[in-house]
């Protein structure tokens, strides 16, 4: 430990640190960063603390951004809840296998986790795990074992808390895990928090208590969860009203606003999901399931573009036009002009220019000089890339009869 935080004295000075007149910059935070961790490592050593005369010094280390004002407002703000822990890596751990499954050995930074026993209970309103697990630190070889039990509801308030202390030959798991097996959904959840005070102290972490990223990550999975709630029951009012808007339809009158909304919903998340399973399978099949709902689309008047779509789609057309320059062949070629059909089909076009411009110079570069020469199967390919220029109504004959003077006119 001791030579750990000594190298961490050497890192805290790193030069460009010290080359810019902002201590909220990236240099100068990363410079905090290793020296909190100089800090930290003081401590356990069972060194004097030196945060109190730290921050005093940075207090007088001047922002030029009000809203951070001073080197100390860095610290307590960035660099504090960056700094990595054996609490915070179990509050970590625990969180991830209340929500996703978790090999057995599984690393944190610099940490190795490993699990040693593990039970959980899921109920209608809560889930409840509780476990025991082997915190090491591969740089100083630290080690503790853990017993912890984590809590997450999601409502009506959404709460999440670890409790955690030092696992010990006193600390009987089956006692634990009997413990959580009497939390019904008709306990209260106060039942749950004097346990917690009771068996481990009071103390718990929550989401403050993870990293940033992590919280996130957890947060994202949280809301995906939610948001695909959303899409079942919106699926399920436009099936419903099906016949409904169809009579709309048949009528010619408009859809009212707030029911529009739930088919313009629907139609688009069919498409971004459509296009999502395109993006990892890369079969030009799929695409053809996109048909109905394109129908449903024109016959009520719904575009199914919305800004996160019209991203994606740009992204596999450029990716798929990467892939033909690399992969030079006819069935390359044919996936992308289904491709470009679907898109234009579905209304995207703010991918259209730069597929335009660079189509146009394929044809220019390779297809042009070689297509009054060319037979079998390097023709097939050839025609297929017009055919795919025309797709983008790209005036081939015209640009070819261009070419073709301009050749002469060289010759």
Same mark, same amino acid.
């Given at each position: 430990k001791l030579l750990e935080m000594q190298r961490h004295v050497q890192l805290m000075h790193t030069s460009c640190g010290w080359f810019f007149s902002e201590?909220?910059?990236i240099e100068a935070v990363q410079n905090l960063r290793y020296a909190a961790r100089v800090l930290q490592? *003081?401590?356990?050593?069972?060194?004097?603390?030196f945060e109190k005369d730290f921050l005093m010094r940075l207090n007088q280390a001047p922002s030029n951004l009000a809203e951070i004002a001073n080197g100390r407002n860095v610290y307590t703000r960035i660099v504090l809840p960056s700094v990595v822990t054996s609490n915070r890596v179990l509050a970590h751990s625990a969180m991830d296998l209340l929500f996703k499954p978790v090999p057995e050995v599984s690393h944190f930074y610099s940490y190795r986790v490993r699990r040693i026993a593990l039970s959980e209970k899921v109920t209608i309103t809560r889930k409840?795990?509780?476990?025991?697990?082997?915190?090491?630190? $591969?740089?100083?070889?630290?080690?503790?074992?853990?017993?912890?039990?984590? /809590?997450?509801?999601?409502?009506?308030?959404?709460?999440?808390?670890?409790?955690? #202390? #030092?696992?010990?030959?006193?600390?009987?798991?089956?006692?634990?895990? *009997?413990?959580?097996?009497?939390?019904?959904?008709? /306990?209260?959840?106060?039942?749950?928090?004097?346990?917690?005070?009771?068996?481990?102290?009071?103390?718990?972490?929550?989401? #403050?208590?993870?990293?940033?990223?992590?919280?996130?990550?957890?947060?994202?999975?949280?809301?995906?969860?939610?948001?695909?709630?959303?899409?079942?029951?919106?699926? !399920?009012?436009?099936?419903?009203?099906?016949?409904? !808007?169809?009579?709309?339809?048949?009528?010619g009158e408009k859809l009212p606003a707030h029911v529009r909304g739930a088919v313009e919903f629907v139609i688009r998340e069919e498409a971004g999901n459509l296009m999502k399973r395109y993006a990892e399978d890369r079969d030009p099949e799929i695409l053809s399931g996109a048909k109905p709902f394109l129908a449903q689309a024109r016959r009520y008047q719904i575009g199914v573009i919305s800004p996160e779509n019209e991203h994606l789609i740009a992204a596999i057309l450029l990716d798929e036009f990467g892939r033909l320059c690399q992969d030079w062949t006819l069935e390359q070629c044919e996936r992308l002009i289904v491709?470009?059909?679907? *898109?234009?089909?579905?209304?995207?076009?703010?991918?259209?220019?730069?597929?335009?411009?660079?189509?146009?110079?394929?044809?220019?570069?390779? /297809?042009?000089?070689?297509?009054?020469?060319? *037979?079998?199967?390097?023709?097939?390919?050839?025609?297929?890339? /017009?055919? $795919?220029?025309?797709?983008?109504?790209?005036?081939?004959?015209?640009?070819?009869?261009?070419?073709?003077?301009?050749?002469?006119?060289?010759?």
């Open positions: 201590i909220s910059g490592l *003081a401590r356990e050593v069972d060194g004097p603390d409840m795990i509780a476990g025991r697990i082997r915190i090491t630190n $591969l740089v100083t070889e630290d080690q503790s074992e853990e017993v912890f039990f984590a /809590v997450y509801v999601p409502y009506p308030k959404l709460t999440l808390r670890v409790y955690a #202390k #030092k696992a010990g030959a006193e600390d009987d798991l089956e006692a634990l895990r *009997a413990k959580i097996d009497t939390f019904h959904d008709v /306990v209260p959840f106060r039942a749950i928090e004097q346990f917690g005070e009771e068996h481990f102290g009071g103390q718990y972490m929550t989401f #403050k208590d993870l990293f940033a990223d992590e919280r996130e990550k957890i947060l994202s999975t949280l809301l995906r969860e939610k948001f695909e709630k959303l899409t079942r029951s919106y699926k !399920l009012i436009f099936k419903e009203f099906l016949p409904v !808007l169809e009579e709309f339809h048949a009528l491709l470009v059909e679907f *898109a234009a089909q579905a209304g995207f076009s703010d991918w259209r220019y730069r597929m335009e411009n660079q189509v146009f110079s394929l044809l220019v570069e390779k /297809v042009y000089p070689r297509l009054r020469d060319a *037979a079998g199967a390097e023709l097939r390919l050839l025609e297929a890339v /017009v055919k $795919l220029a025309e797709s983008l109504n790209i005036n081939v004959k015209a640009s070819l009869k261009v070419f073709e003077e301009s050749r002469a006119g060289a010759t």
